[in-house]
């Protein structure tokens, strides 16, 4: 009997270690691969101006892979992200240059529209029970369409310096109000940027350990000690290594703080409210799902509307980035938002997904695109790259799981 | 007499859990062989290994068949010898005709991969002449019961040419009608040389028509049964299956029954697609507190539509008739507003929709009823965690943890997971729908203690299902329901299944 639980317990610390590591070994592959066109570069990746352009290129895409993420962990697709981005960056370029509407307003109305065509589809998808791959593939031939007939193939810019900051803006430093300048001829260290590196790593350990704490104390399962205490090195490093390269760079960028806060708050949404957790169930099985109680056609719509506004985010940031509106704006944006979702874990078939593999497999495209482009690697190469690593990445998530 | 089949020495291990050790099974040829034993006995494992679902090198021990040691890769490897296994849950196409399902990976082709139509429903036309099926080759399945799907399996795997046929609880959704129907004919099946190996948790039938029955528990055998030397009956299965013996099948409980607590009146529902056709023909149903109300009735008689259109119009269109809880009105418009009522209705058909079985043990028990462990739509982690445990020891949920997924249990601990979610809700009135399907005589004994616990503390309860003893152990009152209408109604008391059989079969006419 006592052999028996002890080979039990064995047992189960391995599933608990399998687990964990099949959540980390995307990151690992992340860590592993950013190495790789470190030193294939020869260390072009890591350059701090090279690291502002990958969170800038990156920032877009994570912030419609958050949305992606609840589409399709609740068992749609969304295809117009894409479109939307394109749409709603020509309707905010139009309204400011031509209609001379200042940002501030535009801004707001953009996430609107971004809302409002996210429920327009939602209602197809919710209520009028349309599969959602075919109401988001007319949305996004429709918003491609009135895109092109908005800005009849021209650009549309330049924007107010206040709009651009979106996306080429840096948060104040000390430096702004006169502290820590440096001398002329030598390079200027933005501390703010490192402070908040530093109070960030400390909060990130502080707060997973205080949550340990707390769990070991409610007698929850745990992960391994080795795994929690390397786990948080890796992280802390991150995050002090990360800032302190921006910091001799010109501090954080804006776009950065937005999408960090917006995964902070998808990641609390998914794993801490009771409508994530609803998503979920609904993805996982519909019908159970709507026997408890969960209201999934009402759950679906605003699923659509938070890509929506996503979306529409999105779209202005992009515009923000090339401080004009292009009528090929967000093309193809919907496939990296899809391939980073299924590279980060997601499952096509719904009820399954992280916020924290998405954003691993959102970086992993754009590690991949960086480092292909500092190469020199042509863009179609670049494609049939891609392609490979998509399938690859689920190939290998599937048939780990297959050999449980 | 000779022997078919030996599988000698069979352990089976799955991370964490040795799933059978050291099985021995010998059936003779052309006998009805009964594997029985609790859930996670290892019955099912067993017969996948046989099958090669669980390839050769992933076992250890040896299978011998016609005389020959076999190693078995995949399933093809076993079938192509004459071993056909029919699973629980069936393996039919729904809009694919009985003959492409018959000849489905099987079919009468030439070279080329041309199908022969006129030969499949020839040789289909015969096979299901054999199985006794009176339906055209042309029908969908997905326009046939149950029953007749389950011999439509049997037809198929009559194609393959079986010799060794394996049925995993054939029985399981099958009335009393049909279950005895698809009896009969294994037992004709002995005559034409085919052996036939039953997995069954209706011990009745087991006692009936086997020839040998071999006992597993915890993975191991515990003994083979030669019926044609002992007399059997299923309180020696039972014996043998728990260990112990099992004196009472059903808990005995205290009735006490209170002021009256929910009612439905002249209740109709029309068919969901076809608008005018009522399926539910005006149903009058009442429990008080403290109450068990049993629901019988044949498959298709209605009952599931009935408590689920009952339950916030789950089911059906145009549902008119009153719903009064506690002498008053209420509105069951909706799953939410019924659920906030407090009705709670457990379903038939816990793995579709029951469970989400790719959440674990905890969010499973919590999801009907989030806002309970919730501040502001944000969840108390340690709170949920607190209820889940509490459940999982309340019911007895055997599992590595709360955190296990549920698609990993065991189908008695599955229910016990719907039940705990329900539980959770605080239900005033719980429908039951076939609570105990295909689940061990222990873990039924458990579920019957719920229910007397549930109506101890002053609930109601309805209980639809298949099983008349059930109903008849269970129950204060029992409605008979055919054809969308309550028949009769009888207390439990001085009930026997005939009785029930009987006003049934009135309604067709039939002197019982």
């Known amino acids: 009997m006592s052999q028996s639980s002890g080979s039990n317990v064995a047992a189960n610390n391995a599933g608990v270690w399998r687990a964990h590591l099949r959540d980390y070994g995307m990151l690992a592959s992340l860590l592993l691969i950013m190495g790789f066109f470190e030193v294939v570069t020869g260390g072009v990746l890591l350059d701090p101006v090279n690291i502002t352009n990958l969170i800038l290129q990156n920032s877009y895409i994570v912030i419609m892979a958050l949305g992606m993420l609840l589409v399709i962990v609740g068992g749609n697709i969304d295809l117009s992200v894409g479109s939307i981005v394109g749409f709603v960056g020509a309707i905010a370029a139009s309204l400011m240059v031509y209609q001379k509407i200042p940002y501030v307003p535009v801004i707001l109305l953009s996430l609107v529209l971004g809302g409002v065509i996210g429920a327009a589809q939602g209602y197809f998808v919710a209520y009028a029970k349309i599969p959602a791959f075919i109401v988001t593939l007319a949305g996004m031939l429709i918003f491609r369409g009135l895109t092109g007939n908005l800005l009849l193939g021209q650009f549309v810019g330049p924007f107010a310096k206040g709009f651009q900051s979106i996306s080429a803006g840096f948060i104040p430093d000390f430096r702004d109000f006169g502290l820590f300048v440096a001398a002329d001829g030598e390079d200027q260290f933005y501390w703010l940027t490192m402070l908040i590196g530093i109070i960030g790593a400390a909060l990130l350990v502080f707060v997973s350990a205080r949550k340990r704490m707390r769990d070991a104390a409610a007698s929850m399962d745990l992960e391994p000690s ?151 690697i042509g863009i179609f190469w670049q494609q049939v790259v891609k392609g490979i690593v998509l399938l690859a990445a689920v190939y290998v998530d599937l048939s780990q799981k297959s050999k449980r | 007499m000779s022997i078919i089949l030996e599988m000698r020495g069979i352990s089976k291990s799955f991370p964490g859990v040795k799933a059978l050790r050291d099985v021995n099974l010998a059936v003779q040829r052309g006998e009805i062989h009964a594997i029985c034993g609790e859930n996670g006995a290892g019955k099912s494992t067993l017969m996948k290994v046989l099958s090669g679902v669980y390839p050769h090198g992933t076992y250890e021990g040896e299978i011998v068949y016609e005389g020959e040691e076999r190693r078995f890769a995949r399933i093809a490897d076993s079938e192509h010898l004459g071993i056909i296994i029919i699973h629980q849950e069936l393996a039919l196409v729904p809009l694919l005709s009985i003959a492409e399902n018959i000849f489905l990976g099987n079919e009468t082709a030439n070279s080329f991969g041309v199908i022969n139509w006129g030969e499949a429903f020839g040789r289909t036309r015969d096979l299901l002449a054999k199985v006794g099926l009176k339906e055209s080759p042309n029908a969908l399945i997905t326009n046939l019961g149950i029953g007749k799907q389950q011999l439509v399996e049997i037809a198929k795997a009559l194609a393959k040419k079986v010799k060794l046929l394996i049925l995993d609880e054939p029985t399981a959704s099958l009335n009393e009608t049909d279950s005895a129907a698809l009896l009969k004919l294994l037992v004709g099946f002995k005559d034409q040389g085919i052996t036939s190996i039953i997995i069954s948790h209706k011990l009745n039938e087991i006692a009936q028509i086997s020839d040998s029955i071999t006992i597993l528990r915890d993975g191991a055998t515990v003994e083979t049964i030669d019926c044609r030397s002992e007399p059997i009956n299923e309180n020696r299965i039972v014996k043998s299956m728990v260990g112990r013996e099992m004196s009472d099948r059903y808990p005995p409980r205290a009735v006490q029954i209170g002021a009256p607590l929910f009612e439905i009146r002249d209740w109709r529902v029309d068919h969901p697609l076809h608008a005018g056709r009522e399926v539910i023909k005006g149903i009058n149903l009442n429990v008080s507190r403290g109450e068990v109300v049993g629901i019988a009735g044949l ?209 067709y006419g039939v002197a019982a």
């Open chain 2, 299 to 507: 498959m298709g008689s209605g009952r599931t539509e009935l408590a689920m259109s009952v339950f916030g119009r789950a089911y059906g269109r145009n549902v008119r008739g009153e719903a009064l809880l506690d002498g008053k009105p209420v509105d069951l418009s909706s799953i939410q507003k019924a659920i906030r009522s407090g009705l709670a209705y457990v379903t038939e058909d816990r793995k579709s929709l029951g469970l989400v079985l790719s959440e674990d043990i905890k969010n499973n028990i919590t999801l009907a009823n989030l806002p309970g462990i919730a501040r502001r739509g944000v969840i108390d982690d340690h709170a949920e965690t607190r209820v889940a445990l509490r459940y999982r020891e309340l019911l007895n949920i055997r599992s590595s943890g709360i955190f296990q997924k549920t698609i990993n249990l065991s189908g008695g601990n599955q229910q016990k997971v719907v039940l705990s979610k329900w539980l959770f809700a605080g239900p005033q009135v719980l429908m039951l729908d076939e609570p105990t399907r295909g689940i061990d005589v222990g873990a039924k004994y458990e579920i019957y203690s719920i229910i007397n616990q549930l109506a101890a503390e002053g609930k109601g309860v309805i209980v639809i299902s298949s099983e008349m003893p059930e109903l008849l152990g269970i129950c204060d009152r029992i409605y008979v329901m055919n054809e969308g209408r309550f028949v009769d109604e009888m207390p439990a008391a001085g009930a026997t299944q005939e009785k029930i059989m009987a006003s049934i079969m009135r309604q």
């Open chain 1, 226 to 376: 080795a795994l929690f205490i390397g786990k948080n090195i890796i992280f802390a490093v991150l995050v002090l290594g990360g800032t302190y390269l921006l910091a001799w760079r010109k501090g954080l960028p804006n776009v950065l703080v937005i999408m960090g806060a917006l995964v902070l708050l998808y990641t609390f949404i998914t794993t801490r409210t009771t409508i994530g957790r609803r998503v979920y169930a609904m993805g996982g099985n519909r019908l159970a799902a709507e026997l408890s109680g969960v209201r999934v056609e009402r759950l679906t719509f605003l699923t659509f509307v938070n890509m929506g506004v996503l979306a529409g985010l999105a779209g202005l940031i992009v515009a923000a980035r090339l401080n004009s509106a292009t009528p090929s704006a967000g093309n193809s944006f919907e496939l990296d938002v899809i391939a980073a979702c299924f590279i980060g874990g997601v499952s096509a078939s719904g009820g399954v997904g992280k916020v924290m593999g998405v954003v691993i497999g959102a970086f992993f495209m754009g590690v991949m695109n960086n480092g292909m482009s500092i190469l020199g």
